[in-house]
């Protein structure tokens, strides 16, 4: 299938690891111009180099924190001045710290909203008079399984990330007439390298191989097993593609079937 995608010119937040990486690779693959950013600027040049010789797409780099607003002005506009445009943007940071309501103050908070929704809010700000402009662009926010299936000891997560879900469904009305998607695809467990650490800390504790603890992780999936993230970025491309122009407004699962609800 041909996605359409060659030519298009895309921004990946956080993108010089785990899932962010993965889905600028599939776009590089599909054809796609990719601006990767990520705060350590050497891991993203490697990541960058990587990604070019083995796509041979165009795939240029610019350090950024995505909880810092200058710095998503200016991987925008850097994007936009070296490509030429911008039509898909991929808005993506890590999750805020696990733990219970209790034990989280203020600032804690507005370290949450800051990091998993302001991140979204202004790389979208920016990002649409470029879109706008195009007259045609993708908005896709990885969110988490947690937005649907709230887990206990992930307060913070559950709250604000849904809020990332309410203002993606507001802006697929409002952006709908500019030829404009925008939705939300939210990642199950996924073998990124959090899950990797995740599970050699398991396994050092209970004596176990950090391959047994995967598995065990699996275990409650419906598929058996967690994901991996070509899994997931293949359908971060498809939405981001010519294919899916009548797909607006969404949250899709990439879980395996691990929410149980039906809607």
């Known amino acids: 299938m041909?996605?359409?995608?060659k030519g298009k010119i895309a921004l990946v937040a956080a993108s010089s690891k785990g899932l962010g990486r993965a889905c600028a690779r599939e776009l590089a693959r599909e054809g796609a111009r990719v601006m990767l950013c990520a705060r350590d600027a050497g891991v993203l040049a490697a990541t960058q180099a990587a990604l070019a010789a083995e796509t041979g797409a165009e795939v240029l780099a610019v350090p950024a924190d995505m909880t810092q607003a200058a710095d998503i002005e200016r991987v925008v506009a850097e994007t936009a001045a070296r490509f030429g445009g911008l039509h898909i943007v991929v808005t993506n940071a890590g999750g805020p710290p696990a733990g219970y309501f209790m034990e989280f103050d203020d600032a804690a908070w507005q370290a949450a909203v800051n990091l998993s929704l302001m991140s979204a809010v202004r790389l979208i700000r920016a990002a649409l008079p470029h879109l706008r402009q195009a007259r045609w662009g993708r908005i896709i926010n990885i969110t988490s399984l947690s937005v649907k299936e709230p887990l206990d000891n992930l307060v913070l997560s559950n709250s604000v990330r849904a809020a990332v879900h309410g203002l993606a469904k507001t802006l697929a009305t409002q952006l709908a007439p500019d030829g404009i998607t925008v939705n939300n695809v939210m990642p199950g467990y996924t073998q990124t390298d959090r899950i990797n650490q995740l599970a050699a800390a398991n396994a050092a504790k209970s004596g176990q191989t950090a391959e047994a603890v995967l598995t065990e992780m699996g275990k409650p999936i419906p598929m058996g097993r967690v994901g991996q993230p070509e899994e997931f970025a293949a359908l971060v491309?498809?939405?981001?593609?010519?294919?899916?122009?009548?797909i607006t407004g969404v949250s899709v699962p990439v879980d395996g079937g691990r929410i149980r609800a039906a809607f």
């Open 2 to 5: 041909d996605l359409g995608l």
């Open 237 to 246: 491309a498809f939405l981001a593609s010519e294919r899916a122009s009548y």
